[in-house]
């Protein structure tokens, strides 16, 4: 019963969208009227800034931490844990109090996954980095370590549950960036003529 109770807290965390309540407070406004329409960190940097953008990272990374966090204090599976980091970053990316219209659900998942699989994290992170300096592409990098996360879980000899959930919460997350993968492809298509 904990367990289902601590997935469906999850959720409910994953919706309270950081960017979204910044905005809010210090402009008096909806963020998803700008830019993307998302509430996650880089729309949010487009209204507030630098300052912005690394709270709204800050904000989000810590709520995509919690629940994994909390469900390991209690002793809980790792399968829970996972569903945990699913529930917190669905809840992120279609949060109901916003009317399903979220963020895109990378800052969660990289600080459930820091608490999950620190190792794996840092080695994301490092992957970002250096796809980062290549391409000056934030986006860009942020969906190779996604995509790759399940890959490294897999290589590091992970359980399978957690390659499992990194693949699922892939899924979700490039569903969510759908539109900047389009345009990404259009972008590389008008280069190429």
């Not at 960190?41 to 690394?54: E, I, P, Q, S």
């Not at 709270?55 to 002793?75: E, I």
């Not at 600080?111 to 980095?129: E, H, S, W």
């Amino acid at each position: 019963m904990i367990d289902l109770f601590m997935i469906c807290g999850a959720y409910l965390l994953g919706g309270m969208s950081t960017g979204y309540y910044l905005v809010r407070l210090w402009q008096k406004d909806d963020v998803r009227n700008y830019g993307s329409g998302a509430t996650g960190a880089t729309n949010a940097g487009r209204v507030l800034g630098k300052k912005g953008f690394f709270l709204t990272v800050m904000g989000d990374a810590l709520k995509g931490a919690f629940p994994p966090a909390l469900s390991m204090l209690l002793n809980l599976s790792l399968t829970t844990l996972i569903l945990c980091l699913i529930a917190v970053v669905a809840g992120h990316i279609w949060p109901l109090q916003l009317g399903l219209r979220g963020g895109k659900g990378v800052a969660p998942a990289l600080g459930g996954i820091l608490v999950i699989d620190p190792i794996l994290a840092l080695t994301a992170v490092v992957i970002f980095l250096f796809v980062l300096v290549l391409t000056r592409q934030f986006t860009l990098s942020g969906l190779v370590v996604i995509l790759g996360a399940p890959v490294l879980s897999f290589i590091m000899e992970r359980p399978i549950e957690q390659s499992a959930g990194l693949a699922v919460l892939a899924i979700l997350i490039l569903f969510a960036h759908r539109k900047n993968i389009q345009e990404m492809g259009k972008k590389t298509l008008q280069r190429r003529r």
